[in-house]
């Protein structure tokens, strides 16, 4: 299956400058949030915020582990930030 992925502030630097942080994936039917997570490298805390099709998917245990992945679907993933 093909899922969209879109990376934000320091994850973009995942895909190459080109790509702007945006890349269509292939993975595997049965992939789950966190095995997307686990092939870009991305720890739990990097990923502050997950959207999946636009829908906020919580970091509470076993959530993004148990989220399966369809094909089309779209994913966005945000790190922590800090301001003032």
Known sequence: ???EVK????????F????????RLRLGVGATL????DL??????????????GVQVPRSAGV???RLLAEGDVVAV?????GG
């Open 16 to 23: 190459p400058a080109k790509q702007r942080g945006r890349a």
């Open 64 to 66: 993004r582990e148990g």
């Open 40 to 53: 870009l490298a991305i720890a739990p805390k990097q990923a502050q915020m997950v959207l999946l099709n």
């Open 7 to 14: 990376l934000f502030a320091s994850l973009r630097d995942r």
């Open 34 to 37: 966190t095995d997307l997570l």
């Open 78 to 82: 945000f790190p922590p930030v800090a």
């Open 1 to 3: 299956m093909t899922v």
